[in-house]
């Protein structure tokens, strides 16, 4: 009854402020590793060591949809509520399965360790797709900032699987179904790189082959996933350049896309349910989610 009353309160808040509703009261996630034996390239045993999902599923009628959601930190941190729990709440509002992903980071790992654990995670939800109510079809992956650069490489280097694997997971492909990508880091090499984000994940003299393979907006094909974006003009630490530019790429490469940014706002607002102008971009995000045939129609 309690948990009843927290909602209405919660619902009528947001209609008169506009923020957007997320249940607060959401069960704990189950947590699956993703290489119980041994995540490669490990060089320890430790928490950092072993990359995790944390699967939160919807109580209502799955809509058929999956999204692996990469929190952002820089690579050398993750923001696992208002870019993690927050998000996989909001999606499960809408009968989206959400899959936050727990990957390893710098200095302890360089590339391709975030990589590897973004493509398995993908892979391990589209095995097991049936039993976790969603399609192997309609897996997406939503990254913030740094996590969004994750987001965008898993979405610009990614295999069909291996069909002779004795793993069942590594026979899956690691190709995204959509993309959502929030005031993501896309390149390496612009004035606009979000320096912070290369440093940790590829230290301080990297090959200047892999800074070119990093950056997304030059590795954009007609397969890449269709994409939603969302940034700021007022973001001073990771530019909306970098989501210009792989729009703009998108464009040239007649991939659907679909952009918004906003004139005011910093960087890592998440959700942002406490403005009044940002909290309005999940919706944009969900009318998208919708003419995509993701999700039923919002309301």
């Avoid at 699987?161 to 995204?176: E, L």
Wanted: hydrophobic share 40%; with cysteine; proline share 10%.
């Amino acid at each position: 009854m309690v948990e009843r009353i927290v909602v209405w309160v919660s619902m009528i808040l947001a209609m008169l402020t506009g923020a957007t509703f997320a249940p607060s009261f959401a069960t704990e996630p189950r947590v699956e590793l993703l290489w119980p034996n041994g995540a490669p390239g490990a060089v320890g045993k430790e928490e950092a060591d072993r990359p995790e999902l944390r699967i939160y599923l919807p109580s209502a009628k799955p809509s058929g949809a999956a999204v692996v959601v990469c929190p952002g930190g820089g690579y050398g941190a993750l923001a696992m509520d208002h870019e993690g729990r927050q998000i996989a709440e909001w999606l499960n509002s809408l009968g989206v399965a959400a899959f936050v992903l727990k990957y390893r980071l710098g200095p302890r790992y360089h590339h391709p360790a975030p990589l590897q654990d973004a493509q398995r995670a993908l892979r391990y939800v589209r095995l097991h797709a049936k039993e976790l109510g969603a399609a192997p079809d309609q897996i997406g992956v939503w990254g913030f900032s740094a996590g969004g650069h994750l987001a965008a490489t898993v979405g610009t280097h990614f295999d069909a699987g291996d069909p002779k694997a004795a793993d069942p997971i590594d026979r899956m492909s690691s190709r995204p179904n959509f993309l959502i990508l929030a005031y993501p880091v896309i390149s390496f090499t612009a004035a606009y790189t979000h320096l912070g984000s290369r440093k940790n994940l590829l230290g301080d003299n990297p090959d200047p082959q892999l800074l070119e393979s990093l950056s997304n907006e030059k590795q954009v094909t007609p397969q890449t996933p269709p994409t939603f974006l969302f940034h700021t003009d007022g973001d001073t630490g990771v530019p909306p350049e970098n989501s210009v530019s792989f729009y703009l790429a998108l464009r040239k490469a007649g991939v659907p896309a679909e952009m918004h940014i906003y004139e005011q706002g910093p960087h890592g607002v998440g959700l942002a349910p406490a403005d009044r102008v940002l909290s309005c971009w999940p919706k944009r995000l969900a009318d998208w989610l919708w003419v995509r045939r993701l999700i039923p129609a919002p309301r």
